[in-house]
């Protein structure tokens, strides 16, 4: 049985090679920074992984509706390590399927805004910091994942991947996802960040009783119950709770299926 330590170094070691897999493989390759907990570890290993520099542009599409520490966040750590920042807006919320319950139509702009960026740069790769264990939808997810010409992600042809053997064949003029991390839990993002001194935006600790457990725009993201206010705590914490980690988030207390028709649509 591995220990904890042991543990994180074959995940970690994991994530490199699918990074360094990624680099060698595509020619126009961004990673998504969400400003979260998952991507700020997804950058911390890509650091890792090519020697302190991050060596593709990262990729921010902004709603405009993130927490002000979580800009404060991205600007200075951008600069801090050195990254090539890229910074897109969201179409407004009125050009988004009025079908769709409000959060989840909020959500959506995240999608159509990645569209444009994609249009715009013409990336053939990007790199995503989703976990298996989030939501069920992206527990059928693949380490590298065809999108079609529109973003769209059918799930049932997606390729099989056994024993680390990866099909990174580009799609006819679309793009591959790629997911570093997919095979992390949140328990394992915690420790990790704990082990390696991460930096971490203060929402994620315990204020007046509450803490966030997942970050997004302020008006559908909302914290939960909870006096961990240091990552120890933290890792205390998730080793007994019941509580999803997405239960603060609006859209997963919408329709069954709202989460699914974004991510099929092209959301992260």
Known sequence: MP???????ELEAQSIYILREAFARMKRLALLWSLGKDSNVMIWLARKAFFGHVPFPVLHVDTGKKFKEMYDFRDHYAGEWGLDLRVDPCPPLEQMDPTLPPATRSAARKTEGLKLALEKYGFDGLIAGIRRDEEATRAKERVFSPRG???DWNVREQPAE?????????PQGAHLRVHPILHWTELDIWAYTQREGIPVIPLYFARDGKRYRSLGDQDITFPVKSDAATIPEILEELATTKVPERSGRAMDHESEDSFERLRVAGYL
């Open 149 to 151: 010409l529109e973003g």
């Open 162 to 170: 056994f024993w680390d053997h990866f099909n990174a064949t580009l």
């Open 3 to 9: 220990t904890a330590d042991q543990r994180l170094d």
